[in-house]
């Protein structure tokens, strides 16, 4: 499980998971993170194009805009 360690990691941790509870909905804080443990998965493995990403996220998330998933991959890289 993904843990941020300085606060600025700490502040684009909280928008990533800001930005993807708007597509999950209504979650506890505990499965937040654990979707987003498994976005942030996704979205680091580097066998993957962008637009397999995009698929695999979105099996998690359901549909996103493209600006969406940008914003989650510039918030997790």
Same mark, same amino acid.
């Given at each position: 499980?993904? $843990?941020?360690?300085?606060?600025?990691? $700490? #502040? +684009?941790? =909280?928008?990533?998971? *800001?930005?993807? #509870?708007?597509?999950? !909905?209504?979650? %506890? +804080? *505990?499965?937040?993170? *654990? @979707? !987003?443990?498994?976005?942030? @998965?996704?979205?680091?493995? /580097? /066998? +993957? &194009? &962008? %637009? @397999? $990403?995009? $698929? =695999?996220?979105? #099996?998690?998330?359901?549909?996103? %805009?493209? =600006? %969406?998933?940008?914003?989650?991959?510039?918030?997790? *890289?």
């Amino acid at each position: 499980m993904y $843990r941020p360690r300085t606060k600025e990691t $700490r #502040a +684009l941790y =909280e928008q990533f998971l *800001s930005l993807l #509870a708007k597509h999950l !909905g209504d979650l %506890s +804080l *505990s499965d937040l993170k *654990s @979707a !987003g443990d498994e976005v942030l @998965a996704i979205l680091k493995t /580097e /066998e +993957l &194009n &962008n %637009s @397999a $990403r995009k $698929r =695999e996220c979105e #099996a998690i998330t359901d549909r996103m %805009s493209d =600006e %969406s998933f940008n914003q989650l991959t510039v918030l997790a *890289s």
